[in-house]
């Protein structure tokens, strides 16, 4: 038994020598007491089953460590593998499995354990990098969809299963980044919105900052802790905001724009002076303006409308006072034109019974006003339409008044004296001829415009009352009838002379009688001091087309004499070119003008 218990020993060799020591000692003891050689047996059973147990034990608490060691070293591993998992990060381990292999246990758990230090580290900052980013998103995302909660970026996010890569990381920010940009867009866009409500609360004189509030608070006073509000409702109330502000606007535009043309109305019917139009200067000179263009502070606030609508009823009182006077003035305009236009003027509107209706109540002032602009509005246009035809009568007028002046001239026996401005009566005699020559040709195209006009119009075209066409072609006939009796005048003046003829060569030739010289000082001549004759002060050629001259009534005084007698033209002939002046010149005096004159009719 001593040599059994002896031999398994794996100690060291004082360990050895130790034990045999002791056990020589145990037997010296044992034989000194006398043990039996079954009892020093059983002993020595013991004390080897109790070795073998202390051993039992030893193995299995080693075993127990490296089975620890073992499950220490898995678990460092598997959490390494876990946190290079989530943070994107290659897995060293399989570079380190032969050198795993030939390690022990605590060198490998040695090894491991600084290396998951650096990834905890990693990952912590990697977590707050990604806290800080979602944050922002969420904010930003708040104030977008308008939500005023904001969710805990770092409990929202899965430590154990969140993927930590910086590919995710960077798609966190390239989504902060659009989501900021979005933000600064929107601002911008509010920004807009609120300076585009203030300048039509400006323009419209409302309160600006309770406009906005009624929108959202933030967007007039941003208080500590309040950003903007950019959300979409916000957004969208401002767009509705500026679609009531802008719809206010037209109807204030339109309303200021109707006030202000009565009022100008009335300014024009009262002969309102420019010092009391200069007090609403600046409301009128809006309406230059197009609605969009209106940017004035309180250019359509309710007050400037309210100014405009009080004037405006102030001047309506005003016109119903001075409504007869008015009504009196335009009709004095109507006649005005109608008289320059030789035109009727209507008589129902005559200065007397337009008194009299507004005197008796019959009529509304209003009302007989619009009548008579409506009839000023009608002459007007009558008038321009028969411009061309009102042009050529004056022409036709005026070439009459010079076929006259020309008679007179060639019954003149003194018009070649050399007396002083006989040049000029001689030129005005040349022109007069030509003149002449061309009213037979004017007359049929004055006739034949007049038609056209007629059939253009389907009414008679009337010169004073009476038809212009019916007045030129009694005129063609009278003109025929003198230039038949100018030529029985020259027949007799022929006759005459062949008689003188044989008279003389009868009875010799005898001194004619004196001739009168009293002449007449009619139709633009009298006699000077020398006994020339000078044309008297008279109107310039047509050419100079001054306003007065154009205008048909500028010549009613010169021919009243043609057109009165046009009117009596069932009891007697007209005779524009003053016929009668023929009877007072004998044929002597005739007989007496000089043949050979190159002024000879």
């Known amino acids: 038994m001593m040599l059994a218990f002896a031999s398994p020993s794996c100690c060291s060799v004082h360990t050895s020598s130790t034990c045999h020591t002791l056990l020589r000692e145990l037997e010296q003891i044992w034989k000194d007491i006398g043990e039996t050689e079954a009892d020093k047996d059983r002993m020595l059973s013991e004390l080897e089953r109790e070795c073998l147990e202390v051993y039992r034990r030893k193995v299995e608490e080693a075993a127990n460590t490296k089975a620890c060691l073992h499950q220490s070293v898995a678990t460092k591993e598997a959490e390494v593998a876990t946190l290079m998992a989530a943070l994107g990060e290659l897995n060293i381990n399989s570079l380190k499995q032969p050198e795993k292999k030939s ?75 659009a989501l900021q940009k979005e933000k600064s867009e929107r601002i911008q866009k509010v920004v807009d919105c609120v300076n585009e409500v203030h300048s039509l609360c400006g323009v419209l004189g409302l309160d600006f900052g309770k406009t906005v509030s009624d929108v959202h608070p933030s967007l007039h006073e941003t208080s500590l802790g309040q950003s903007t509000n950019i959300s979409v409702s916000a957004l969208e109330s401002l767009e509705q905001a500026i679609f009531r502000l802008k719809t206010e606007r037209k109807v204030r535009y339109q309303k200021l724009k109707d006030v202000a043309g009565l009022l100008f109305e009335l300014w024009t019917l009262m002969d309102t002076t420019r010092e009391e139009k200069s007090k609403l200067s600046r409301i009128t000179c809006v309406l230059r303006l197009s609605e969009a263009e209106v940017t004035e502070p309180g250019a359509l606030s309710l007050e400037v409308i309210q100014q405009i609508s009080t004037e405006v009823e102030r001047l309506t009182k005003l016109k119903a006072s001075r409504m007869k006077e008015l009504v009196i003035k335009r009709r004095a305009e109507l006649e005005d034109i109608c008289n320059k236009n030789h035109i009727d003027p209507d008589p129902s509107t005559s200065a007397d019974k337009s008194s009299a209706m507004i005197d008796s109540g019959l009529v509304d002032p209003c009302e007989l006003l619009e009548n008579i602009e409506a009839q000023i509005n009608k002459a007007k246009d009558e008038a321009l339409s028969r411009k061309d035809i009102m042009d050529k009568i004056d022409w036709w007028l005026f070439a009459c008044e010079e076929e006259n002046w020309l008679e007179d001239y060639n019954q003149d026996y003194r018009r070649y ?185």
């Open 103 to 177: 390690a022990s246990l605590k060198e490998q758990l040695a090894l491991v354990t600084p290396l998951i230090d650096d990834l905890r580290v990693k990952k912590d900052e990697r977590v707050k990098q990604f806290a800080d980013v979602k944050t922002q998103i969420d904010k930003i995302t708040s104030e977008i969809s308008g939500y005023s909660n904001i969710i805990n970026a770092v409990s929202s996010l899965n430590l154990e299963d969140h993927d930590l890569s910086l590919r995710n990381l960077s798609e966190y920010k390239s989504h902060l980044r």
């Open 417 to 601: 004296s050399g007396g002083r401005g006989a040049h000029i009566n001689l030129k005005r005699a040349e022109q007069a001829r030509i003149k002449v020559t061309k009213i037979p040709v004017v007359v049929n195209a004055l006739i034949n415009k007049t038609l056209a006009w007629e059939d253009e119009k389907q009414k008679l075209f009337l010169y004073d009352g009476v038809r212009l066409v019916s007045i030129l072609e009694d005129y063609k006939v009278v003109r025929q009838q003198k230039e038949e009796s100018k030529k029985r005048a020259r027949d007799q003046k022929k006759l005459h002379d062949m008689l003188l003829a044989e008279k003389e060569s009868a009875y010799g030739s005898k001194p004619s009688p004196r001739r009168s010289s009293s002449f007449r000082k009619a139709n633009g001549y009298h006699a000077n001091g020398n006994g020339s004759v000078t044309p008297s002060p008279r109107r310039s050629s047509m050419s100079c087309a001054t306003p007065e001259l154009l205008t048909p009534r500028s010549n009613s005084v010169r021919h009243n004499g043609y057109f009165k007698e046009m009117t009596r033209l069932s009891t007697g002939p007209l005779n524009f070119v003053a016929m009668a002046k023929e009877d007072t010149v004998s044929f002597s005096s005739i007989s007496g003008s000089d043949p050979e004159s190159p002024l000879q009719a």
